[in-house]
């Protein structure tokens, strides 16, 4: 039986402050009996008594992808190396090995995750684990289990142990229903993907632990995040990213979506910036729990308008994938973060000028490295 449903009583409010956390990693080696979906109905969670001072210990669930290193590494630089896990079901690559605590875990194995969370006295959880909206239409069964099934431990152990837990969202939790352009917070959510319903399920079921135990659950719906030192894991917009390997590789470029497809985009460095301030935003500041944050929309066209000023014999073709197209055209247009701004201060710094130079600059000096190598 769930744990939840053995609580007769509503939680007091999940301690607030960042917790400390400066022990080395601890490989987990104990099995534990106990657990917590088996708890009796007069526990209370934790009270967790952490310094203001002291830093979160903070795990990363779903590390390896898009994200999950460049947040990493952001945490790393403010709260220190040790404090911060990075954790996936794949092997890392050496570079990530080697540049700070990396552990296995597979969301879908409850006591393993519990494990890590006790063993490394985690205090904030960022949960970056899951199959993206192209990758979870060609395998559904796998993006119910690891966006849905995933998503109930990690909930249930966060609740448990007094965690901060965010938990990203995305533009795909709306759908052609939706106001379009611009998207508002609240307004009709009707995705047909499991990519968004999953991600409507996330963002229900961590309000409702919000309000019923007192979870300090953190969520931003991040529009299509672009990327130059790490690839998407199989989405709708990553041909965003893909625009720039190509037109710096071989000046030729296809994309899979029509030219006119209007969706919201972020720079990674805006993206991962905001999940920090989110995350360090005092509650008090937080009006809701779920949140759109935007920087910038533009299609396809506008995009490769915007490269070609920097590489102007770039070469656009348009192969049109039909799945991605149906997804894209149900997405919002523009998004309205408004409420972000307003109340815990969000701005972005990239727009689409700055973001093609930016990533031109990164992907130019890279493959003049390589060449030279
Ligand atoms: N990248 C974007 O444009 C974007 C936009 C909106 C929201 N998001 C959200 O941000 C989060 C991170 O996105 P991303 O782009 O890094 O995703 P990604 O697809 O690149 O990476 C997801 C990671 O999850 C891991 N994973 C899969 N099954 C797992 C399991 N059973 N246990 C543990 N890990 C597992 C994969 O190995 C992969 O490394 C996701 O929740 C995504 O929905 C991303
Ligand atoms: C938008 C976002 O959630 C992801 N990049 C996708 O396209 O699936």
């Known amino acids: ?84 896990i990075l954790s996936d079901i794949r092997k890392p690559p050496s570079h990530v090995f080697h540049s700070g605590p990396f552990i296995y875990s597979d969301i879908l194995d409850y006591k393993n995750l519990r494990e890590i969370v006790v063993n490394n006295r985690i205090t904030w959880l960022v ?16 993006a119910r289990d690891v966006n849905i099934t995933g998503l109930h431990n990690v909930l249930d152990i966060a609740a448990e142990h007094g965690l901060r837990l965010f938990v990203p969202s995305t533009i795909g939790a709306f759908g052609p229903t939706s106001p379009r352009n611009p998207t508002p917070d609240l307004c009709v959510q009707r995705p047909r993907t499991i990519y968004g319903v999953s991600k409507v399920h996330a963002e229900l079921m961590g309000e409702y632990y919000h309000h019923r135990y007192g979870l300090d659950f953190r969520c931003l719906r991040y529009p299509g995040i672009i990327s130059a030192d790490s690839q998407p894991g199989g989405g709708t917009t990553d041909y965003a990213v893909a625009i720039f390997h190509d037109a710096v590789k071989t000046g030729k470029f296809e994309c899979n979506l029509k030219p006119d497809t209007r969706l919201p985009m972020m720079y990674i460095d805006d993206c991962l910036r905001a999940t920090v301030e989110m995350m360090e935003a005092p509650a008090d500041t937080l ?15 506008e995009l490769a308008q915007e490269v070609q000023k920097q590489l102007p014999d770039l070469e656009v073709t348009y192969d049109i994938d039909q799945v991605r197209q149906a997804i894209a055209d149900s997405w919002p247009m523009n998004f309205d973060d408004s409420n972000a701004r307003n109340d815990w201060g969000w701005k972005h710094d990239y727009d689409l000028p700055e973001l093609v130079q930016t990533m031109l600059n990164y992907i130019g000096s890279d493959s003049r490295i390589a060449k030279a190598n």
């Open 127 to 142: 949960h970056y684990s899951a199959l993206l909206s192209a990758v979870g239409e060609a395998n559904v069964a796998l």
């Open 287 to 301: 009006s809701m729990r779920t949140y759109n944050i935007n920087a910038m929309s533009f299609s396809p066209e």
């Open 1 to 84: 039986m769930p744990f939840i449903r053995t609580f007769s009583k509503v939680a007091k409010q999940a301690l607030l402050s960042p917790g400390c956390g400066c022990q080395p990693i601890t490989v987990a080696v104990r099995t534990i009996s106990f657990s917590p979906r088996q708890v009796t109905s007069d526990a209370s969670f934790h009270s967790v008594s952490f310094s203001e001072t002291d830093h979160p210990k903070v795990l990363i669930t779903g590390g390896l992808g898009q994200l999950g290193v460049g947040l990493a590494t952001m945490l790393r630089k403010r709260f220190g190396n040790n404090n911060v």
